[in-house]
């Protein structure tokens, strides 16, 4: 078994953002392995879409697959995995994949290494990091013999990062039957509408508890302001309520990829990393030199925010005139 296979997710037609990190982790992995790479895309009349994706791809095509059920999902991926006998399967780590990959691995008698951030390959041999207990331990894992499945952190791999490459789109219809999808889909998870969409921002000016209290929040804003940023900030800044929830950045929050993330008072958490270490530049401002912020970061001022960032703000101003 010498292939990686890259599961990817689309709903209505529409690539969910993670997919392409997926890629470019199958692609990074099957060239640092030795290993060939192939992605596969499932639904009805994906053909169009499967076309998008770089390298060799699978269009699993099926009545039956039209709407997402776990039963459905689980089928077909099984059939195709039996066939072409991967050594590795790759998802992306979204709320789909958590409902119907464990499912699948649980079908090959292997389970679902999950919320993989680091894929340590080399010719012959392939682990995988996790981290445990909120961050504070990573953990090497394999798999012993057999197909190994994996889903993939976001931010872990960036999307940019990607080869390109052209299609070569292989349509698959697998043996499925009605009677074996006991669920009936319903419509697909909606999340509520934000005023403010972070994803979409290209520089991003985050604000942590470093900051002390709510009436110094302003002095972020305005380098915001200067910097033509839109304003974020970790967990706590939200749950007190001195911004508003959907300024949140992290696991529980929104996941972003600006081409600039600065942060400010930010520790480091990893709930908080999980959604911003996909920026392509950081910048971290932090008092505590063993701050974890400071292990992604690829500039950090290591000062009194309250010292700094009124000097970033008059330079800044400085520089656009």
Known sequence: ???????????????????????????????QAGMSMASV???????????????KVFAIEHALLEHYTADGYTAALAELIKAEQPALVIFPHTYQVRDFAPK?????????????????????????????????????????GGVTFISVQAGSYRADQMVAAPAEVQVV???????????????????????????????????????????NIHLVEELAAAMGAELAASRPICDNGWLPMERQVGSSGQ??????????????????LVGMKGAKTIVAINKDPNAPIFEVADYGICGDLFEVVPALIEEVKKARG
């Open 1 to 31: 078994m010498s292939l990686v296979l890259v599961v990817l997710e689309q709903g209505a037609g529409k690539w969910h953002k993670m997919s392409w990190e997926a890629v470019a982790a199958g692609q990074q992995i099957a060239q």
């Open 104 to 144: 699948l691995a649980t079908r090959f008698g292997r389970v679902l290494i999950s919320d993989v951030t680091q894929v340590k390959a080399a010719p012959g041999t392939v682990s995988f990091v996790r981290q445990l207990f909120q961050g504070k331990l990573n953990a090497d894992v394999s798999g012993q």
């Open 173 to 215: 219809t697998p043996a499925l039957d009605a009677s074996a999808i006991r669920q009936k889909p319903e419509a697909p998870f909606r999340e509520s509408t934000r005023a403010v969409d972070l994803t979409a921002a290209d520089i991003i000016v985050s604000v942590g508890r470093g900051i002390k209290e709510k009436d």
């Open 255 to 272: 996941t972003v990829s600006p081409k600039v993330y600065m942060a400010i008072g930010i520790s480091g958490a990893i709930q908080h």
């Open 41 to 55: 895309v499932i639904g009805q009349g994906v053909a169009g879409m499967a076309a998008e994706v770089p390298g």
